[in-house]
């Protein structure tokens, strides 16, 4: 089965990712990543978060948001002490992102009740060795 195929068998278009479809997914994922940080991270966690925002910031698909995301993260750098200081962090960021594009900001204070911890039963949420569309992994 192609691409194609799976796309619109999930009811999803087969045209191109538009820049709003992206910046949305991308804040999803990261919101949820943020649900999902510790309260009393590890020194490790605390660097990967931190690598893994900087990564985006110069490897996200569009190159005019990559700068502008460059240029937010130069002025707020990634807080990652702790699970509220990631996720208001977060929120803070997202909001200055909103303001500079016409959006409307969020209430940080609710953070949490919008994106709360995700429910994944331990074994769904493994991938070694699962099989994709591919094969394995």
Request: charged share 20%; aromatic share 8%.
């Given at each position: ?11 999803k278009?087969s ?18 990543l ?18 893994l ?5 110069r ?16 002025s ?40 709360g ?21």
């Amino acid at each position: 089965m192609a691409f194609g195929g799976i796309f619109t068998s999930l009811g999803k278009s087969s045209t191109p990712v538009t820049k709003e479809d992206l910046g949305r997914a991308t804040w999803t994922f990261l919101h949820t990543l943020a649900a999902q940080y510790p309260d009393n991270p590890t020194r490790q966690q605390k660097k990967d978060v931190k690598e893994l925002v900087q990564i985006l910031s110069r490897m996200y698909p569009c190159s005019e948001c990559a700068n502008h995301f460059k240029e937010v993260l130069r002025s707020n750098p990634v807080q990652s002490g702790s699970h509220a200081e990631f996720s208001q962090w977060l929120c803070h960021v997202h909001n200055v992102v909103n303001r500079s594009i016409g959006k409307p900001v969020f209430p940080c204070e609710r953070v949490d009740a919008r994106w709360g911890k995700l429910e994944c039963e331990q074994k769904a949420c493994e991938i070694i060795g699962s099989t994709s569309i591919f094969g394995k992994i």
